[in-house]
Nanobody, 122 residues
Framework: QVQLVESGGGLVQAGGSLRLSCAAS????????MGWFRQAPGEEREFVAT????????VYADSVKGRFIISRDNAKNTVYLQMNSLKPEDTGVYYC???????????????WGQGTQVTVSS
């Protein structure tokens, strides 16, 4: 079992930056691929970024490529999402997830956090 807790969300103006963190506890964090997803009101949860346990598999959604950076610190059991050049369409609840493979598919992840709200004003 893995417990995930996100933090770092908030309100930011367009063009600004935020850094999300996801702290993991429970089973060995380092063996899991970690992903970030987001969900806007009335929309389905969508893939944002993922990073394999060794960092060799890193994938971004086209909508965030070049603006967001996913990283992880296995010694701290934490994964991060650095979000730069934020746009109003980046608004949503951001969730981190742990799974066996670095994947853009939601059903490949076994554990999910509760989410943290990100709001980007225009």
């Amino acid at each position: 079992q893995v417990q995930l807790v996100e933090s770092g969300g908030g309100l930011v103006q367009a063009g600004g930056s935020l850094r999300l963190s996801c702290a993991a506890s429970g089973r060995a964090f380092s063996i899991y691929a970690m992903g970030w997803f987001r969900q806007a009101p009335g929309e389905e949860r969508e893939f944002v970024a993922t990073r394999g346990w060794s960092g060799d598999s890193t994938v971004y959604a086209d909508s965030v490529k070049g603006r967001f950076i996913i990283s992880r610190d296995n010694a701290k059991n934490t994964v991060y999402l650095q979000m730069n050049s934020l746009k109003p369409e980046d608004t949503g609840v951001y969730y981190c997830a742990a799974g066996r493979y670095a994947s853009a598919w939601r059903d490949q992840y076994d554990y999910w956090g509760q989410g943290t709200q990100v709001t980007v004003s225009s």
